[in-house]
């Protein structure tokens, strides 16, 4: 529902809502969603490109899609460039419905503007060819030590700790890759997953005590560098910041702690003390009473059965439409399990892929 309200927050009075939308076209095979991205690119064919992402994660981006394709395209079209890719290698790891590819090796040629380059990646190296000139990613030694060495802080002893610790941390990170998700019986890239996937990779690479440890050699390397302006914070910085001075960062700092009590606890201190801007917060969270926000924070909320979903938003809706009424939130707000369950036919709408239900609860609901 968030997606389908940001494309209805840019939809242009008068308007109609495309009667024909992208129809999501899947690939036999999990290495095979992820080629059609490389092949989508190559023809720079934008409809294409969106038909082979996850219709559970962008069925609003393809239902809305027909308004602007059109111009889009052919911008595109208009455009002095030429890709082609070729020697695309993939892994694919995971069982089920659900699946992570890794791409092992790829080449690509580009041509225009009255440019030619080439891009190899292989092996875990990168050679980028621009005429006469060729960057391999792999040579010359670490990047880091070269650019720690580019600020004469080849000697400075924390700065070589917190980057040994940095590494050690990061020694056991698994490979990120490209999640794919099959629906229907088609394979889709999922870019929500992919993004979520990578954040939890990274996570799952680093226990507390390593964390505490980069924490720490920061804060001596802050301390050691001392750079005026940059660490003592006498600089000004924009931040997302409302009229009152409230901002989201509060929210987003809140994601730090463990578990859903901590979590929630700390966004009510910030609404509370007025750190936390209350527009920021999801209103299954901003709004403790209703009882729900574990089930989302958890996820359950989006793989419950038809049932136990229908059971869960007609007990829960009433309390949100409760506070609709009295103003402290807008029915837009609201995912439609929360504003609208009536009009969600008896399933748990996250589950469905079906372009004709999904219009169906998109016009009940708005």
Not at 59 to 72: G, H, S, T, V
Not at 116 to 129: P, Q
Not at 228 to 252: K, L, M, N, P, R
Not at 257 to 274: M, P, R, V
Request: charged fraction near 25%; glycine fraction near 8%; proline fraction near 4%.
């Amino acid at each position: 529902s968030a997606f389908y309200s940001i494309a209805e927050s840019v939809r242009a009075d008068g308007q109609d809502i495309p009667e024909n939308p992208i129809v999501a076209r899947g690939a036999d095979t999990p290495e095979g969603a992820v080629q059609a991205i490389f092949d989508a690119v190559d023809d720079l064919d934008l409809e294409a490109l969106i038909a082979a992402l996850n219709p559970n994660e962008t069925e609003a981006l393809q239902r809305y899609a027909p308004m602007f394709i059109d111009d889009a395209q052919s911008s595109l079209d208009k455009l002095d460039a030429n890709i082609a890719f070729s020697d695309t290698k993939f892994t694919v790891t995971g069982s089920g419905d659900r699946r992570t590819v890794s791409v092992d090796g790829f080449k690509m040629h580009f041509t225009g503007n009255d440019q030619d380059i080439t891009v190899e990646s292989k092996g875990g190296c990168v050679v980028v060819d621009v005429g006469d000139t060729k960057t391999d990613s792999c040579a010359g030694g670490s990047s880091i030590d070269s650019t720690i060495s580019a600020l004469g802080l080849d000697d400075n002893e924390d700065v070589q700790a917190l980057i040994k610790t940095v590494r050690d941390a990061f020694s056991d990170l698994q490979p990120v890759g490209l999640t794919v998700q099959k629906v229907d019986g088609k394979w889709y890239l999922s870019p929500i997953g992919t993004e979520f996937d990578a954040m939890l990779t990274v996570m799952a690479a680093l226990d507390k005590g390593e964390l505490t440890d980069i924490i720490d050699g920061i804060k001596k390397v802050v301390d050691s560098v001392s750079t005026e302006g940059i660490f003592s914070g006498t600089t000004e910085t924009s931040t997302s910041a409302g009229g009152d001075g409230t901002t989201s960062d509060g929210f987003e700092a809140c994601y730090q702690e463990s578990g859903y009590s901590a979590f929630a606890s700390c966004i009510a201190t910030g609404l509370d003390d007025g750190s936390i801007d209350p527009s920021s917060v999801p209103p299954y969270f901003r709004f403790a009473d209703c009882g729900v926000g574990e089930q989302y924070f958890s996820g359950d909320v989006y793989t419950m059965s038809d049932d136990d979903f229908i059971a869960f938003a007609t007990a829960a809706a009433p309390c949100f439409q409760q506070h609709v009424t009295d103003g402290s939130v807008s029915q837009f707000e609201l995912p439609y399990e929360l504003s609208r369950p009536d009009c969600l036919e008896g399933k748990n709408w996250y589950n469905v892929s079906d372009s004709d239900y999904n219009d169906r609860v998109f016009e009940c609901a708005t």
